[in-house]
């Protein structure tokens, strides 16, 4: 198992808020979906990618630089996506240079995700404490969206009897909220321990190159926001991974 990352470096030709930078990361990475020919992002389905916010804002909130991570198990539409964004320039950002490497498969020992998780429960609901304050729900959301991307990156059915997850915090108190096309998003941010047994710790991986979490059906999978369980992203802190 190995997935690969972009690491893009850009420049913001006007500072922009960071409840609104999601949308026009989610843009950038669409162009560089449609320039890569990849059209399967339109579509209501998990995505064999995922991708960060811009990193921390300054004091006010907002955003002059920053780096955006890529992430995806297929290489070569990774690649595509390194040729598209390579000096890529439109009315906000400026890309200055873009990293490529590999990421294989390790143990995970935990995950903090530094971006807020977005999670949808089964009536279209964001999972809120004053709504869904039931952790059961939430844990058992989370895990059935990542078993359809791990089925669907490795074209292998999975029937684990157990949660992946061993250990689960919520570290805010109250869900950030961020925009997106008019509509406002409540996103979580999430200490998690995977439990240590081979098919667990896939799955914990499988998140870390396709995402933890929901998108609303509105973002036709461009903004992969939700738990972008992973280092930078999701500032996925993996013992050994990194």
């Given at each position: 198992?190995?997935?690969?990352?972009?690491?893009?470096?850009?420049?913001?030709?006007?500072?922009?808020?960071?409840?609104?930078?999601?949308?026009?990361?989610?843009?950038?990475?669409a162009t560089s979906l449609i320039?890569?020919?990849?059209?399967?992002?339109?579509?209501?389905e998990p995505k064999n990618y995922?991708?960060?916010?811009?990193?921390?804002?300054?004091?006010?909130?907002?955003?002059?630089?920053?780096?955006?991570?890529?992430?995806?198990?297929?290489?070569?539409?990774?690649?595509?996506?390194?040729?598209?964004?390579?000096?890529?320039?439109?009315?906000?950002?400026?890309?200055?240079?873009?990293?490529?490497?590999?990421?294989?498969?390790?143990?995970?020992?935990?995950?903090?995700?530094?971006?807020?998780?977005?999670?949808?429960?089964?009536?279209?609901?964001?999972?809120?404490?004053?709504?869904?304050?039931?952790?059961?729900?939430?844990?058992?959301?989370?895990?059935?969206?990542?078993?359809?991307?791990?089925?669907?990156?490795?074209?292998?059915?999975?029937?684990?009897?157990?949660?992946?997850?061993?250990?689960?915090?919520?570290?805010?108190?109250?869900?950030?909220?961020?925009?997106?096309?008019?509509?406002?998003?409540?996103?979580?941010?999430?200490?998690?321990?995977?439990?240590?047994?081979?098919?667990?710790?896939?799955?914990?991986?499988?998140?870390?190159g396709t995402g933890l979490g929901?998108?609303?059906?509105?973002?036709?999978?461009?903004?992969?926001?939700?738990?972008?369980?992973?280092?930078?992203?999701?500032?996925?802190?993996?013992?050994?991974?990194?």
């Amino acid at each position: 198992m190995k997935f690969f990352e972009l690491k893009i470096n850009v420049n913001l030709k006007t500072p922009i808020h960071f409840q609104k930078s999601p949308e026009a990361v989610s843009k950038l990475i669409a162009t560089s979906l449609i320039s890569s020919g990849f059209e399967r992002h339109k579509n209501n389905e998990p995505k064999n990618y995922v991708f960060s916010n811009l990193g921390k804002a300054d004091a006010k909130g907002f955003f002059e630089k920053g780096n955006i991570y890529f992430r995806s198990f297929d290489e070569n539409l990774a690649k595509k996506v390194l040729n598209s964004l390579f000096l890529y320039e439109d009315n906000i950002f400026k890309v200055k240079g873009v990293e490529f490497k590999k990421i294989k498969y390790k143990k995970i020992n935990y995950m903090l995700s530094l971006n807020p998780v977005f999670v949808v429960m089964k009536n279209g609901d964001f999972w809120t404490f004053q709504k869904n304050g039931d952790l059961i729900n939430l844990m058992s959301a989370l895990q059935d969206n990542l078993i359809r991307k791990y089925e669907m990156v490795f074209n292998e059915k999975l029937k684990p009897e157990n949660n992946f997850m061993e250990y689960i915090q919520i570290k805010n108190n109250k869900p950030q909220t961020f925009f997106y096309k008019g509509l406002k998003f409540f996103g979580w941010k999430f200490y998690i321990v995977p439990r240590s047994d081979e098919v667990f710790q896939k799955l914990a991986f499988t998140a870390l190159g396709t995402g933890l979490g929901h998108k609303q059906c509105s973002w036709r999978g461009i903004f992969e926001m939700g738990i972008k369980v992973y280092d930078k992203l999701l500032k996925l802190f993996c013992k050994g991974v990194l």
